[in-house]
């Protein structure tokens, strides 16, 4: 991307470290308590969160693990437990020290690229993958009617790669949850939406008003400018995909058209769907080996995934994107609550989160993170349902808070520069885990006591 474009971009506003294994079960949740909840020294329940910034270190006892989230705490809220954490994180971890002396708590600060590509792998879903909850899954979704609830509890830690197409359908409600209705439905559907593209795509300029053309010129731009970092989305092929579902979406939604980073939105789908008919590495895929038929059922699965999941931020597209500026002011202040002194010296810059959080809301942090990393991410948002927008508020206060320290050493400049460029790179499925761990202790904090949250 050259500099004019990244400046263009810039409107739409890694290093890993492997946990070795522990000898025990206390000492791993003691471990990882002191991972996941690094964040809330100074702490007091019930009423203030950080009052005060701590500089000694906080010995943490053997605390209970955080509660479940029941139905009735949200409506699609999933269950996350921290034991399941702890299990999980113990699970990868054990495959990145082999040492016979696993007695003892080691914590290693450096590694080699061997060794992170070794860790990524130990951690590509380890949660997702394990047999006893595959097992669980496959029972949900062999049911004659999918239990939406317990299939929203299971997605939240993550989903089986292979299980993802079937899976994001049914949570997204593009398939319906009675098996007996299932294909038929999506048979209708991608009959429609391939009705749609022959209305609206298939044809010639001069049956397009100068608003539809300005629309396509500006999709046909932001095309290749997509996850530029992922040699297949540069596939001629794929941009030609990405261009007829976001004009045939944008014609079928005039209230807010086409706008910068829903291109961003459509990827996760566009790879899920295509998972079910290219094997190998995303790095290997070619559209050019698939039929026609295909292509277009994926591409009818990828609109209307993407038409119900914008269903529930519609103000975050209309003019003036009201449901973003909404949500980043919420940010501001449960930031504030949570880590008084970043929130302050941030405010003693000059920094306004809409500087840079304004394209975390509008990207959902595809462009923030590693794009192997997005589908795991993406479980969870699909796994919230309705509650997703509130909840991206805790998931992008974790995700900020990661650099709490760093923050603090930084001038405006400095911070500007830092956020916009974050150093993600080298992230696996670890730390993405310990970010959402920390937005569900802190939902489950605050969602209970509302008025901490006031203006």
């Not at 082999?98 to 070794?118: H, P, Q, V, Y």
């Not at 530029?228 to 989305?233: G, H, I, N, S, Y």
């Not at 500087?355 to 990207?363: E, L, V």
């Amino acid at each position: 991307m050259n500099k004019k474009a990244e400046e263009e971009d810039l409107n739409l506003n890694h290093s890993a470290i492997p946990t070795s294994p522990l000898s025990s079960i206390d000492s791993r949740f003691n471990q990882t308590l002191r991972n996941v909840q690094g964040l809330l020294k100074g702490r007091s329940f019930p009423g203030k969160v950080l009052i005060t910034r701590r500089t000694d270190p906080i010995d943490y006892p053997t605390l209970p693990s955080p509660g479940i989230r029941s139905p009735s705490d949200t409506n699609s809220g999933p269950s996350y437990n921290m034991d399941d954490f702890v299990e999980r994180e113990a699970r990868s971890g054990s495959k990145t020290n082999t040492d016979s002396d696993n007695s003892k708590l080691k914590t290693s600060t450096s590694t080699n690229e061997g060794t992170t590509k070794e860790v990524q792998k130990s951690t590509m879903g380890a949660r997702a993958t394990d047999s006893a909850r595959i097992m669980k899954f496959n029972k949900e979704l062999s049911a004659p009617a999918v239990i939406l609830d317990k299939l929203r509890e299971l997605a939240w830690s993550g989903v089986p790669p292979y299980l993802r197409p079937s899976v994001w359908r049914l949570l997204l409600g593009y398939a319906p949850p009675n098996s007996d209705r299932r294909e038929g439905v999506l048979r209708r559907k991608r009959l429609e939406y391939l009705d749609c593209v022959a209305r609206y795509y298939d044809v010639s300029d001069n049956e397009r008003t100068d608003e539809e053309i300005n629309m396509l010129r500006q999709i046909s731009v932001d095309c290749p400018r997509t996850v530029p970092d992922v040699a297949f989305f540069q596939q001629a092929e794929v941009q030609k995909s990405l261009e007829r579902i976001l004009y045939t979406w944008a014609i079928r939604h005039p209230a807010s058209g086409y706008v910068q980073g829903i291109n961003d939105l459509l990827t996760p789908f566009l790879v899920v769907f295509l998972s079910e008919h290219l094997e190998e590495s995303l790095d290997k895929w070619s559209m050019l080996n698939l039929s026609v038929e295909d292509i277009s059922n994926i591409e009818a699965d990828c609109y209307w995934c993407l038409s119900k999941l914008l269903e529930g931020m519609q103000d975050h597209y209309t003019f003036a994107q009201p449901g973003i500026q909404r949500l980043v002011f919420k940010l501001k202040e449960l930031v504030r609550r949570i880590d008084e002194p970043v929130s302050r010296h941030m405010e003693e810059q000059g920094l306004e989160f809409l500087q840079f959080a304004f394209r975390w809301f509008n990207c959902l942090l595809i462009r923030e993170i590693p794009f192997h990393l997005i589908n795991r991410l993406w479980d969870t948002y699909l796994a919230e349902g309705d509650a997703l927008p509130d909840f991206l508020v805790y998931i992008f206060a974790s995700f900020l808070l990661t650099w709490s320290d760093k923050l603090l050493q930084l001038d405006f400049q400095e911070m500007v520069m830092f956020l916009q460029h974050l150093p993600t790179q080298n992230w696996t499925y670890m730390e993405l885990e310990v970010v959402l761990s920390r937005a569900y202790m802190w939902h489950s904090m605050f969602e209970s006591c509302p008025n901490h949250l006031a203006s």
